[in-house]
């Protein structure tokens, strides 16, 4: 309900606009009446209505003259006069305090239904403004840390384009960044991100996010100042600042560095990752923010060949272009060699000094490392065929490790990932020479004999033979044709036979002797291996 004022020094002319019009009807209570302008304008003070209807010609104060009190100092109050006048300079002075209407008297009805109609639709619209203005303060209070991050990302990807309109968007999204200030642009990464983020739900990759820039944002409060935010995935960026007057220039990147390293060990000590970071250098004015994050983000990318969980700064690295190392048919053949060979320490050897001449590329070096491994990896595969020792387990293994190349992030997991598969490669090509490979069938087909009845694992058996599980069953697949899980079921169905044989042995205690917990599943698997359930299988004659 809109709130409603009478000022009139008739007391007839009152009543008569108190008592003999429906206020109610259009949402307006009357809160109180005066009968001169000052003691309207005390009333209009304690009341604060929407509407007041007011005499123009009354005794101490007229209704101009309080009108124009109104005017400055409750603008939202709607003004109508009522009056008996017909006077050109009266209504000017009404316009002139912005009244919404002038009634003359005696006061028609229908015309007061008409303007009060009006004031009440452009009340009903200020107040749906007022709503609107007030939900957008909430969105945009809500927005701000988005906005600031936003604004942040810009400074460091694209400069500041406009210098004119830059302290204004730093005041609005109260941002803390003075002119006169030093700046350095620090660039945190999550190492192994492939493993530590990318498997997460968003819901947990989102709380590590917000975790990780609650302890940036800690830490650079208390050594420096400054702001932190996520500029892409995996990738935080603080910009760091410091008053060039306060701290001598040692002073100012102790503090720096050592703010880097309570980062580094905090998310460490708190959340379990590892991080590598970034420093640019020290920039004078924030419009070279850019140049500070590209040195930033450039010195943490070359944890390929320094090494992950590290603070590296530009004076860190190797400035001199060498050389740029090229893998030419001459390393090939010598590869090829290795291989066939079969000589795992031959194939190290060869690998740490492949690494060590692939570690001198630092433009780009990381990528064409990548792509050697991949060169490598066809031609340990195009060995295999050619000693017929390939299989569609060592394809799929293949697959996934063409995958696996590009997710690594330095040089000695690259070299570690390779060095793994072509030492397996040698294996197989050494077990197909020597003859050897019938001897492992036997180990393992003795392994199973005797553990048939336990809960054995493909592991297991590779652990009690000294083999990984991954040559365990490619080479068993290979050498028999069948897996070791066809013939782990193939003898325990052999088993289940004899002891079905006896009458006095019960089906449970069958099941459970040959290896298996569940009943009808071993149930399953006797009537897949043989045509019959257990129980049918007794009843058949001997």
């Given at each position: 309900m809109y709130k409603l004022v009478i000022v009139d020094d008739e007391p007839t002319v009152r009543y008569?606009?108190?008592?003999?019009?429906?206020?109610?009807?259009?949402?307006?209570?009357?809160?109180?009446?005066?009968?001169?302008?000052?003691?309207?304008?005390?009333?209009?003070?304690?009341?604060?209505?929407?509407?007041?209807?007011?005499?123009?010609?009354?005794?101490?104060?007229?209704?101009?003259?309080?009108?124009?009190?109104?005017?400055?100092?409750?603008?939202?109050?709607?003004?109508?006069?009522?009056?008996?006048?017909?006077?050109?300079?009266?209504?000017?002075?009404?316009?002139?305090?912005?009244?919404?209407?002038?009634?003359?008297?005696?006061?028609?009805?229908q015309e007061l239904r008409t303007v009060v109609e009006r004031v009440v639709r452009e009340l009903q619209a200020e107040e749906k403004e007022r709503m609107l203005i007030a939900d957008m303060q909430v969105k945009l209070t809500q927005s701000m840390p988005l906005l600031r991050e936003k604004f942040l990302m810009s400074l460091i990807r694209d400069g500041i384009a406009r210098p004119a309109g830059t302290r204004s968007r730093l005041e609005f999204l109260q941002l803390e960044l003075p002119d006169d200030d030093e700046y350095w642009v620090i660039v945190v990464t999550i190492d192994d991100n492939a493993e530590v983020v990318e498997p997460r739900s968003e819901r947990d990759k989102q709380l590590l996010s917000y975790a990780v820039l609650n302890v940036c944002q800690e830490l650079v409060d208390r050594h420096m100042g400054g702001y932190a935010f996520e500029n892409r995935s995996s990738e935080y960026v603080a910009i760091l600042r410091t008053n060039s007057a306060a701290d001598e220039e040692e002073q100012r990147e102790g503090k720096l560095f050592r703010l880097a390293e309570e980062i580094r060990e905090n998310l460490q000590q708190w959340l379990s990752i590892t991080v590598t970071i970034g420093v640019g250098e020290r920039v004078t004015q924030l419009a070279a923010l850019p140049l500070s994050y590209t040195q930033a983000r450039e010195a943490a990318d070359q944890k390929w060949y320094l090494g992950k969980n590290r603070v590296i700064s530009m004076d860190s690295l190797e400035r001199e272009e060498t050389d740029m190392f090229r893998f030419d048919p001459t390393v090939s053949e010598r590869f090829m060699s290795a291989m066939k060979a079969a000589e795992p320490h031959q194939l190290s050897d060869e690998l740490g000094g492949l690494f060590e001449r692939l570690a001198s590329n630092r433009r780009n070096g990381f990528r064409y490392a990548g792509n050697v491994c991949l060169q490598l990896i066809l031609l340990s595969s195009r060995l295999m065929l050619e000693l017929n020792i390939h299989s569609r387990d060592l394809e799929e293994k293949e697959h996934g490790l063409w995958e696996r190349v590009f997710k690594q992030e330095t040089i000695a997991d690259l070299q570690r990932l390779l060095e793994a598969h072509l030492t397996e490669v040698c294996s197989l090509i050494r077990e197909k020479r020597s003859g050897k490979s019938s001897n492992v069938i036997e180990r393992i087909r003795h392994v199973i004999g005797q553990r048939y009845a336990d809960n054995l694992t493909v592991a297991a058996i590779a652990e009690s033979v000294y083999l990984s599980p991954t040559y365990v069953s490619l080479l068993f697949k290979q050498e028999t044709g069948e897996t070791v899980y066809e013939y782990l079921t193939r003898v325990r169905v052999e088993r289940a036979k004899e002891l079905l044989r006896d009458p006095g042995v019960k089906l449970y205690e069958v099941c459970f002797a040959v290896g298996y917990s569940d009943p009808s599943h071993f149930s399953k698997l006797f009537k897949k291996a043989t045509g019959f359930t257990p129980s049918a299988f007794r009843e058949q004659p001997l």
């Open positions: 008569g606009l108190r008592n003999y019009f429906d206020w109610s009807a259009h949402h307006i209570e009357f809160a109180g009446e005066a009968d001169d302008g000052d003691a309207g304008l005390t009333l209009i003070g304690q009341l604060q209505p929407d509407v007041v209807l007011t005499d123009v010609r009354m005794i101490n104060m007229d209704g101009i003259r309080m009108s124009a009190e109104i005017r400055m100092r409750f603008p939202h109050i709607k003004i109508v006069f009522v009056s008996g006048h017909d006077d050109a300079d009266y209504l000017k002075s009404a316009l002139q305090v912005n009244a919404v209407d002038y009634i003359f008297k005696p006061v028609n009805m």
